[in-house]
């Protein structure tokens, strides 16, 4: 799939506010069976059409690395409740450099 900048965004902000407020993994967001085969339920990734994390358009796009910000802590959580405050965390950074 084929996305603009604006568009990546978009789809990024909406799934890590779904995320935020359930507490769930990526894989679990209803929405994909919309959209087909995304790489590694990434928007960014999907972008800049990259499987590789080590090209992850955040640092590009937004200057966020994801070793240094909240997405590491939150791929890392092992339940919900600490899956939220981190998904919050970082939807925040997103929202701060857009």
């Not at 909406?14 to 929405?31: F, I």
């Not at 790489?39 to 994390?53: G, H, K, L, V």
């Not at 070793?67 to 802590?73: G, I, K, L, P």
């Amino acid at each position: 799939m084929r996305l603009s900048r604006k568009k990546a965004i978009e789809l990024c902000i909406e799934l890590w506010t779904w995320l935020a407020k359930t507490g769930k993994t990526k894989s679990e967001w209803p929405r994909w069976k919309e959209f087909g085969d995304i790489d590694n339920d990434c928007w960014f990734c999907e972008y800049t059409t990259n499987t590789s994390c080590s090209h992850c358009p955040l640092v590009k796009i937004l200057g966020i690395d994801c070793a240094a910000s909240f997405y590491s802590n939150w791929e890392k959580a092992r339940f919900p409740r600490t899956r939220k405050k981190y998904a919050k965390l970082f939807l925040e950074q997103i929202k701060q450099t857009v």
